[in-house]
């Protein structure tokens, strides 16, 4: 199997945008990573892209152009992007194909998602109970967390503040405007110990990268990026994710332990030779979990190095470098690319005031969605 590289990316920015469509902001996020790459539409030979609120990505052809490519579309929850991802990687690798577009965008309108139980696979009785609300959710598991490694709640708000730290350095990020600790943690209780502002939003934006055989990349840019893994998994029994119905007695290792180390694996390369990592975080506990739960530390580790500034822009980890889901909010087709896009501007040098210092080489992401998939990709120079 070949090897794959990243020699497009190419951005919307995320947020509110009257009076632009998703899709539109899909054909523009497409048409700057095809700039970027050197290459025009009629090089692409195969896309798999993904959206849930703003129509099939497939209609992006209609403003791209007719050229007869196949188009695949990916829905799979708030891991859409990685899952489109994840399947253009798998095209190259397989030898089938030299070129090709992994792309995602949304439009979601204001106010919470409002998913149907049904389509989970659960019954009417979930929703009509409350459980849907997945901020309770969030709550209820980093609640067990916080108690199970003795971790301060004050955590929670030093994630959400640097967050928006990041973000006010991105220009594509939605929030902009820092935050301080106190300002979150004192922010309206949503679901305790979960503060307004340790949430992210439902949002606007588009995401593009374009693939290649990693043997050819010099022919379209200098400056490609290599895709070394990127490996989904879903839930096995025993474990408590998004939607679920039950909470077993029998626990066992999540769709983000098995993912990561998969990737790490498949990479060559483990978890402490990463230099920038993007991991999703859908609130600021979120974050917390996944830092121990993908290998980037131990659990109950994560207080201290956070206190201590390791993940910040300036540390020894530096996670969610662009804002994250906290600053951008999250278009469910875009959401997992965008983490990718970030770590390729990383490794280039090319991320303006929120650069990694010290030539980066090794960038990790994770995203999660629901009813339990995690997707994780490690790229190196």
Not at 82 to 92: E, F, N, V, W
Request: net charge negative; proline share 5%; aromatic share 6%.
């Amino acid at each position: 199997m070949t090897d794959v590289a990243i020699i497009g990316a190419g951005i919307h920015p995320f947020g509110r945008t009257p009076g632009s469509s998703g899709r539109e902001q899909g054909a523009a996020a497409a048409r700057a990573a095809l700039t970027d790459a050197g290459i025009g539409w009629e090089d692409v030979q195969f896309a798999f892209g993904g959206s849930l609120a703003a129509g099939n990505a497939d209609a992006l052809v209609a403003d791209l152009g007719l050229t007869g490519i196949e188009f695949v579309n990916v829905s799979n929850g708030c891991a859409t992007g990685g899952s489109a991802l994840a399947m253009a990687d798998r095209a190259i690798r397989s030898g089938d194909y030299d070129v090709g577009v992994a792309i995602g965008f949304d439009k979601h309108p204001p106010g919470a998602f409002n998913a149907d139980p049904e389509e989970y696979g659960i019954g009417q009785w979930y929703g009509e109970s409350g459980l849907m609300l997945t901020t309770q959710f969030f709550a209820t598991k980093i609640q067990r967390y916080l108690h199970d490694h003795d971790i301060d709640p004050e955590v929670l708000s030093l994630i959400a503040a640097k967050a928006y730290r990041n973000g006010s350095l991105n220009p594509n990020a939605w929030r902009r405007e820092p935050l301080s600790a106190a300002e979150i943690a004192s922010s309206t209780m949503v679901s305790d110990p979960l503060t307004k502002y340790m949430f992210c939003s439902p949002a606007e934006g588009a995401v593009a990268l374009v693939l290649c055989r990693a043997d050819i990349a010099r022919r379209f840019a200098a400056t490609a990026v290599r895709l070394r893994s990127c490996v989904m998994r879903s839930r096995h029994y025993g474990t408590f994710e998004v939607f679920s119905p039950s909470l077993s007695p029998e626990r066992t290792e999540g769709p983000t332990t098995l993912a990561a180390r998969a990737a790490f694996e498949l990479a060559g390369i483990g978890p402490d030779e990463v230099d920038v990592a993007q991991i999703q975080d859908t609130e600021s506990g979120a974050e917390l979990m996944h830092m121990a739960e993908t290998g980037l530390c131990s659990h109950g580790e994560q207080y201290e190095l956070i206190r201590m500034g390791e993940t910040e822009i300036t540390g020894r980890l530096p996670i969610n470098t662009d804002g994250g889901c906290l600053a951008n909010g999250e278009p469910i087709g875009a959401s997992g690319l965008r983490q990718v896009h970030e770590n390729v501007l990383q490794l280039r040098g090319t991320a303006g005031e929120r650069q990694v210092p010290g030539d980066p080489k090794v960038g990790f992401t994770h995203v999660y969605g629901a009813p339990g998939i995690s997707a994780c990709t490690v790229l190196s120079t």
